[in-house]
């Protein structure tokens, strides 16, 4: 994709003369939508980026966040590697962590831990049961070779995502604020030196290439702009960065991701307010003949770029070697322009601000979303349980996360398949709060749901920021912190731009009425093919925290009662059983009352179980809460009670209901009781519904049963 006319007469401006063929590739790869925000920048204004516990907000690799009576600080970011995951699965998932690791690299942090959000095409599908399977092996196969455990994430299927599934990955690491660092490079005349990795020329023109529609030959034709990633090297820049850090050795740092080594660069020292002057000559490279341009762009991974103190290069070469690592000294930072040298010809020289912040926003047309019109299906209540219990979007996803190493790290407190993972922080000697022996735990939990945004684009993306928060609050944490990943389609397209805008505004006041500050992020846009556009979809990723490491899971004891905190809802819009008749309907509005009494439940002494209503509605939450020796009997008023989707609810098992009602301020609504015999009893609309263990685990075992 070249550079737009009107983009290249703004740059002619500038410099004063016509751009050289490496400048016109730099502005087209820095000033596409992937890097330079330009259709969704405008939009972002909408969040509230900041709180008391903000230590980094949005424009940095990752954001950074103190955790509350504690010394210690949590690096947080999340990134999209959507359209290199359709043209090859496998590397496009696998770079996709490698990239958010690095970015949590860069903060000076160590990662600890890794959520995934997948979105595919409709799971019938041979086409999308392959992606699905590249994408979790690639997931895999990185994560667990670097030792950073995923321990929570979602895996949705849709029509919409046919053409162009999506790769959403989070990673959040730890750092004290005595080693953190930032990207904005600090004084001229310190060096950049380039670790990692030897350069090759796979990935060039990535940045534009994610910023273009997926034609149908996308995937022999784009594969060249695929990285390949190697997680062994990846392993070893994550210790000789931490090997650094502790030698005080890095003034400033940036991986490189999108647009290369020229993004890195320019983009620290632009943070900065200076230049550069780099040889591009210097860097070590993988293959022979690699021209100015496949050197500025090439998007070869497991690299970082450091601004080094000139005494302390030796010692980075040191360091680097030990872990055996390329390193190259490929220049210095400057007061001037960022300038590219090759073979003695002056390739780039044009002021790094400008580069890196200079592309013009885009003023486009959008449409208002239209409501769906309501047409509910006729079914048997027998009927309906059996095909949305089994159904792959609320079915168990163990085939995914049991290939993940959740637990390295000895940091796991639960793993995935609750409503939120729950994480140890190492041992603070600077504890202020009075937790159970000074313990503190992190929560995480990221997702979204396409048949919600698909329904209703504002209120599904604020349901998806209520939904996020009652995971974390049955597991009783705050939130701490957000971060979204805002994928859509071709903005060109006013009604795919007014989807896109309403599901964005719908996720910033729905973060805002959780307390949940937006702290960093990532755009993907042109997510479309020729099956059509894919539905908005806002991942939130949300941290939270919560003192002491003893939180109820969701599976039923079989001693107490059972309630519905936060009352029914009869509402259906989004939900799956009308994915599943082809029904359809507005989804509501949601309420985000019930998420701080989702966590006082959760936190009351009376409390045996929890677990939220979420995918699937009241129906799967009770089946997921039944063991093998524990049960469940309830009586529900209605189906629409039985499948509603409202978030900002859940399921408590407890041995005193008239205290838990009195200890929360929300609605709590008598269901039945828990049972010892392992099986799960609805009586609903006039029918009894009635599941033994080994059947629920049977109907949910969709994935399973055709993957493996």
Same mark, same amino acid.
């Given at each position: 994709m070249p550079l737009a006319d009107s983009d290249r007469r703004l740059v002619e401006a500038e410099l004063g003369r016509d751009p050289t063929r490496a400048e016109a590739a730099l502005f087209e790869n820095l000033w596409s939508e992937h890097c330079a925000y330009r259709s969704s920048r405008p939009l972002l204004s909408a969040f509230t980026t900041d709180s008391d516990d903000v230590?980094?907000?949005?424009?940095?690799?990752?954001?950074?966040?103190?955790?509350?009576?504690?010394?210690?600080?949590?690096?947080?970011?999340?990134? =999209?590697?959507? $359209?290199?995951?359709?043209?090859?699965?496998?590397?496009?998932?696998?770079?996709?962590?490698?990239?958010?690791?690095?970015?949590?690299?860069?903060?000076?942090?160590?990662?600890?831990?890794?959520?995934?959000?997948?979105?595919?095409?409709?799971?019938?599908?041979? $086409? =999308?049961?392959?992606?699905?399977?590249?994408?979790?092996?690639?997931?895999?196969?990185?994560?667990?070779?670097?030792?950073?455990?995923t321990v929570t994430g979602s895996t949705q299927f849709h029509d919409g995502y046919e053409g162009n599934p999506l790769v959403n990955v989070a990673c959040v690491g730890l750092v004290t604020e005595d080693r953190l660092v930032t990207a904005a490079a600090n004084e001229p005349g310190n060096k950049l030196v380039l670790v990692g990795n030897a350069t090759g020329r796979d990935g060039l023109g990535g940045a534009s290439f994610a910023s273009e529609d997926l034609a149908e030959d996308a995937e022999t034709e784009d594969r060249p702009a695929v990285q390949v990633g190697d997680p062994y090297t990846e392993k070893l820049l994550v210790e000789a960065n931490e090997a650094l850090v502790d030698e005080d050795l890095v003034m400033a740092a940036r991986d490189l991701g999108a647009a290369g080594l020229g993004g890195a660069s320019s983009e620290m020292v632009a943070q900065g307010g200076l230049g550069a002057r780099i040889d591009l000559g210097a860097v070590h490279q993988r293959e022979p003949n690699m021209n100015a341009l496949e050197i500025l762009l090439a998007e070869s991974q497991e690299r970082m770029c450091y601004e080094v103190r000139p005494e302390d290069v030796e010692r980075v070469r040191e360091i680097a070697e030990r872990f055996d690592l390329g390193c190259s000294v490929i220049g210095e930072v400057t007061d001037g322009n960022y300038v590219c040298e090759f073979e003695g010809e002056t390739v780039v020289d044009a002021p790094a601000e400008f580069l890196a912040d200079g592309a013009p926003m885009n003023d486009l047309e959008r449409e208002e979303p239209s409501e769906p019109e309501t047409d509910l299906p006729d079914v048997s209540v027998g009927k309906a349980f059996d095909a949305v219990l089994s159904s792959p979007n609320t079915a168990s996803k163990r085939w995914v996360y049991r290939q993940y190493d959740h637990e390295v790290g000895n940091r796991t407190l639960r793993r995935p398949g609750e409503d939120a993972a729950a994480l140890t922080l190492p041992a603070a000697d600077a504890l202020t709060l009075?937790?159970?022996?000074?313990?503190?735990?992190?929560?995480?939990?990221?997702?979204?749901?396409?048949?919600?945004?698909?329904?209703?684009?504002?209120?599904?993306?604020?349901?998806? +920021?209520?939904?996020?928060?009652?995971?974390?609050? &049955?597991?009783?944490?705050?939130?701490?912190?957000? *971060?979204?990943?805002?994928?859509?389609?071709?903005?060109?397209?006013?009604?795919?731009?007014?989807? /896109?805008?309403?599901?964005?505004?719908?996720?910033?006041?729905?973060?805002?009425?959780?307390? +949940?500050?937006?702290?960093?992020?990532?755009?993907?846009?042109?997510?479309? =093919?020729?099956?059509?556009?894919?539905?908005?979809?806002?991942?939130?990723?949300?941290?939270?925290?919560?003192?002491?490491?003893?939180?109820?899971?969701?599976?039923?004891?079989?001693?107490?009662?059972?309630?519905?905190?936060?009352?029914?809802?009869?509402?259906? !819009?989004? =939900?799956?059983?009308?994915?599943? /008749?082809? !029904?359809?309907?507005? /989804?509501?509005?949601?309420?985000?009352?019930?998420?701080?009494? *989702?966590?006082?439940?959760?936190? $009351?002494?009376?409390?045996?179980?929890?677990?939220? *209503?979420?995918?699937?509605?009241?129906?799967?939450?009770?089946?997921?809460?039944?063991?093998?020796? +524990?049960?469940? +009997?309830?009586?529900?008023?209605?189906?629409?009670?039985?499948?509603?989707?409202?978030?900002?609810?859940?399921?408590?098992?407890?041995?005193?209901?008239?205290?838990?009602?009195?200890?929360?301020? &929300?609605?709590?609504?008598?269901?039945?009781?828990?049972?010892?015999?392992?099986?799960?009893?609805?009586?609903?609309?006039?029918?009894?519904?009635?599941?033994?263990?080994?059947?629920?685990?049977?109907?949910?075992? *969709?994935?399973?049963?055709?993957?493996?």
């Amino acid at each position: 994709m070249p550079l737009a006319d009107s983009d290249r007469r703004l740059v002619e401006a500038e410099l004063g003369r016509d751009p050289t063929r490496a400048e016109a590739a730099l502005f087209e790869n820095l000033w596409s939508e992937h890097c330079a925000y330009r259709s969704s920048r405008p939009l972002l204004s909408a969040f509230t980026t900041d709180s008391d516990d903000v230590v980094v907000g949005p424009g940095d690799d990752a954001a950074v966040v103190s955790v509350p009576g504690t010394d210690q600080l949590v690096t947080f970011g999340v990134e =999209s590697h959507n $359209h290199p995951s359709y043209v090859d699965p496998y590397d496009g998932a696998a770079t996709g962590v490698g990239g958010i690791v690095r970015d949590t690299l860069s903060m000076g942090a160590y990662p600890v831990a890794l959520a995934d959000a997948l979105y595919f095409g409709g799971f019938d599908r041979d $086409h =999308s049961r392959y992606l699905l399977d590249g994408v979790v092996e690639g997931i895999s196969d990185y994560g667990n070779a670097i030792g950073v455990p995923t321990v929570t994430g979602s895996t949705q299927f849709h029509d919409g995502y046919e053409g162009n599934p999506l790769v959403n990955v989070a990673c959040v690491g730890l750092v004290t604020e005595d080693r953190l660092v930032t990207a904005a490079a600090n004084e001229p005349g310190n060096k950049l030196v380039l670790v990692g990795n030897a350069t090759g020329r796979d990935g060039l023109g990535g940045a534009s290439f994610a910023s273009e529609d997926l034609a149908e030959d996308a995937e022999t034709e784009d594969r060249p702009a695929v990285q390949v990633g190697d997680p062994y090297t990846e392993k070893l820049l994550v210790e000789a960065n931490e090997a650094l850090v502790d030698e005080d050795l890095v003034m400033a740092a940036r991986d490189l991701g999108a647009a290369g080594l020229g993004g890195a660069s320019s983009e620290m020292v632009a943070q900065g307010g200076l230049g550069a002057r780099i040889d591009l000559g210097a860097v070590h490279q993988r293959e022979p003949n690699m021209n100015a341009l496949e050197i500025l762009l090439a998007e070869s991974q497991e690299r970082m770029c450091y601004e080094v103190r000139p005494e302390d290069v030796e010692r980075v070469r040191e360091i680097a070697e030990r872990f055996d690592l390329g390193c190259s000294v490929i220049g210095e930072v400057t007061d001037g322009n960022y300038v590219c040298e090759f073979e003695g010809e002056t390739v780039v020289d044009a002021p790094a601000e400008f580069l890196a912040d200079g592309a013009p926003m885009n003023d486009l047309e959008r449409e208002e979303p239209s409501e769906p019109e309501t047409d509910l299906p006729d079914v048997s209540v027998g009927k309906a349980f059996d095909a949305v219990l089994s159904s792959p979007n609320t079915a168990s996803k163990r085939w995914v996360y049991r290939q993940y190493d959740h637990e390295v790290g000895n940091r796991t407190l639960r793993r995935p398949g609750e409503d939120a993972a729950a994480l140890t922080l190492p041992a603070a000697d600077a504890l202020t709060l009075p937790a159970a022996d000074g313990e503190v735990a992190l929560a995480f939990s990221a997702g979204a749901n396409p048949n919600w945004t698909d329904a209703s684009p504002y209120r599904g993306a604020y349901a998806t +920021a209520v939904e996020n928060a009652t995971n974390l609050a &049955a597991v009783g944490a705050e939130p701490l912190a957000a *971060v979204d990943c805002l994928n859509g389609g071709n903005p060109e397209k006013p009604d795919v731009y007014g989807g /896109f805008a309403a599901a964005v505004d719908g996720l910033a006041d729905g973060c805002r009425a959780v307390d +949940a500050p937006v702290v960093g992020g990532n755009v993907s846009l042109y997510n479309d =093919s020729a099956a059509g556009p894919v539905p908005p979809t806002p991942t939130l990723a949300m941290l939270g925290v919560r003192q002491g490491y003893d939180a109820p899971g969701m599976a039923t004891v079989g001693d107490g009662d059972l309630v519905l905190v936060g009352g029914h809802d009869e509402t259906l !819009g989004g =939900s799956e059983y009308l994915a599943q /008749f082809d !029904g359809r309907a507005p /989804f509501p509005d949601v309420a985000d009352d019930g998420v701080a009494a *989702v966590r006082a439940a959760a936190t $009351h002494d009376a409390t045996l179980a929890v677990h939220d *209503v979420s995918d699937g509605g009241l129906a799967v939450t009770l089946a997921e809460m039944v063991g093998e020796d +524990a049960g469940v +009997a309830v009586d529900v008023p209605s189906v629409g009670a039985l499948f509603s989707e409202a978030p900002g609810r859940a399921v408590v098992e407890t041995t005193d209901a008239t205290a838990l009602r009195d200890a929360v301020d &929300a609605p709590v609504v008598d269901l039945g009781e828990a049972t010892g015999d392992g099986a799960l009893s609805v009586a609903v609309a006039g029918e009894v519904v009635d599941y033994g263990f080994e059947e629920i685990v049977d109907a949910r075992r *969709v994935l399973e049963r055709e993957l493996d």
